[in-house]
């Protein structure tokens, strides 16, 4: 009865145990979580319900050891190592590794496990709970990425070179995807490159080129709609079956197409994050999730190194461009005073790469007599002026001396400072030939004033030598017959008639030399003296802007042609023109201008008169400097004005001096026109 009564009493006890059990059960099988348990030598006997609707295996198939075959080849042997360690210790711990689910995937999981021991502290069971991390790891992996692909933007590093690691760190987030990143260039509309690292070439390189016709392609749908399309199945989707990257796809084993656009922070579309994947499949919030990471970074990698390779495109070019036309930049903060030198400019100034650019450095370098120009340069841009242009010339240490040419404009920053922004070229070369053709045009004046005088007096010696040396010879022959006793008079008279005659032909030979000259054959045609004073002045420009002298004209429109010699009026006024720059020499108190002006009088001539302002002609002078040989000038010949009056003449023109009101002097000439134009 007692026993009866135990057993009676027992069978409750043991029900609720069972119940108990049950619960427990139930609770550990709704843990969100793989839970497990281990005999001490750690023999796992226990899975919940998670665990094997995880891993998709029964108990039995996954005891005795059998739950290894699930865990990552790779992660087993710090399994092994953390259980050992765990157990010889016999302590809680915690390791990760990753394990295969029933559809295939590897998933990272936390192992935690705790010892349960009696009270001497030996190990009863092992309890362990493992807890999916996949998502905490991909965040942080991906992260990590992130970190990577902007370390790479900020040094620069090629755009490929980034998008094809941004495809990778794509890849490990999303490991059944694919990605493949389009540069597209719009203003061609067309897909300028495609790169998908783990993709073959046969599948990235026909895309670079392709036309983005906005209604095949997903990414020309995504681009021209700003929207992600997704082709879940190409293969069966009705709406790519004419799309010709559909073939493509299938090609390649691949069946879902997700693309979304890349676009910059103002909005423009800068390319398009292609996902593809072997199997038909829709994105989850994980991989929307990557792939809006994903197109952000792809945004700022392509928008700024875009710009970077324009902004270094744009500096080539202008490092070409100042190379080739010897010009070099520079700015100069006007607050604090710091200067900075392009390349070129430093080539200019030849100074090293690492010298540097201060303002002693560069007044090092200025010839002292253009100091002065620097510094009213300056000081006009402290004053306020906001444009100079000025010449200088550089002195190198080895003595070679350079032109230089600048120009300069001030701006002002938003802060208020002032930085002077300027451009300084190499002008020597141009320099050293103005003046080589200046010099060669002054010799070749000199060589054919001498070379004409020269001729003019070996023909005047051989032909008046002639009858000179008979009228010496008749003189002394005269007298000798004179002396004689008694004086021969009539012998003495023939001598005198000799002398007579040749004194006649030497008279004769110049006579006839003039006549020579006068009558040398002469080009005649209708001459416009406007435009002849304009070539004249073109002519001379070069050697008036050596000497620092003004030209200005004053034209009149109306004027009539004349008839004449071209070549020989372009000598008259070109000497005129040479006369007056010479005489423009000495002066420095006042500006050097010269002045040409052309006028029409009632009487139908035309007249020029070339004014300046320099030293002016002597009351004295004003008919002496017309008489050939008649110069003042140290090196001057005196013939220019003797010839150019007779070439007028010629021309039944008039060659004449002006009074002059204030310093200079004026000289004229005037001429009929042409249909009272007789040229003789
Ligand atoms: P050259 O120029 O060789 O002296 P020209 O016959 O051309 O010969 O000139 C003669 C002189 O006339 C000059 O030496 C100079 O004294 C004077 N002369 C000519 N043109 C001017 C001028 N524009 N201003 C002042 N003097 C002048």
Known sequence: MREDAAADDRAPAERTLTNAERDLQLMIDSIPALAWSALPDGTVDFFNS?????????????????????????????????????????????IEARLLRHDGQYRWFSFRTNPLLDNSGAVVRWYGINIDIEDRKCATRLLAGERRLLEMIAWGRPLRDVLEALCKVVEEAAPECYCDIHAIDLTKSLIEYSVAPSLPHSYTDPIAGTPLDGTKLPCGIAVSQKAQVIAEDMESDPRWYHSPVRIHVLRHGLRAVWSTPICSKDGVVLGTLCIVQRQSSRPSGHHQDVISRATNIASIAIERLRAEDELRRREHYLKAGERTSLTGSFTWDMNTDKIEFSDQLRH??????????????????????????????????????????????????????????????????????????????????????????????????????????????????????????????????CLRMLAANPPDIEGARETARRSLRDGNRASEVITRLRGLVQKKDRAVEHVDLNELSREVLALAAPELQRRGIVAQ????????????????????????????????????????????????????????????????????????IFDAFYTTKPDGMGIGLSVSRSILERHNGRLFVDTHEGPGASFSFSIPIADTNDVG
């Not at 080849?73 to 711990?93: F, H, I």
């Not at 090293?352 to 002292?368: F, M, S």
Request: glycine letters at 6%; a negative charge.
């Open 348 to 477: 200019i100034y030849e100074l090293n790469d690492d010298a540097d650019i201060t303002a002693d450095n560069v007044r090092k370098r200025i010839h002292p007599d253009d100091e002065c120009v620097l510094n009213e340069q300056i000081a006009q841009i402290r004053r306020g002026c906001t444009d100079i242009e000025f010449e200088v010339r550089l002195v190198m240490p080895d003595g070679r001396i350079k032109f230089t040419h600048a120009f300069a404009s001030v701006f002002q920053h938003p802060d208020g400072g002032l930085e002077c922004i300027g451009a300084v070229q190499d002008v020597t070369r141009r320099r050293t030939a103005e003046d080589a053709l200046a010099n060669a045009r002054a010799e070749l004046t000199h060589v054919t004033r001498v070379m004409s005088l020269g001729a003019l007096t070996a023909a005047i010696a051989h032909e008046v030598n002639q009858p000179l040396s008979g009228i010496v010879t008749n003189a002394s022959t």
């Open 50 to 94: 998670h665990y094997l609707d995880y891993v998709g295996l029964s108990p039995v198939q996954m005891r005795d050891r059998q739950w290894k075959s699930v865990v990552h080849p790779d992660d087993l042997e710090v399994v092994d190592a953390a259980w050992k360690s765990l157990s010889a210790a016999q302590s809680d711990g915690e």
């Open 553 to 624: 004209s004053s034209f009149d429109i109306d004027l009539k042609p004349i008839l004449g010699d071209r070549v020989q009026l372009l000598q008259v006024v070109l000497n005129l023109i040479l006369n007056a720059a010479d005489a423009l020499v000495p002066v420095k108190e006042r500006p050097r201008r010269i002045q040409l002006r052309t006028s029409q009088d009632v009487a139908g001539r035309v007249r020029l008169t070339v004014s300046d302002t320099g030293q002016g002609v002597e009351p004295t002078d004003i008919e002496k």
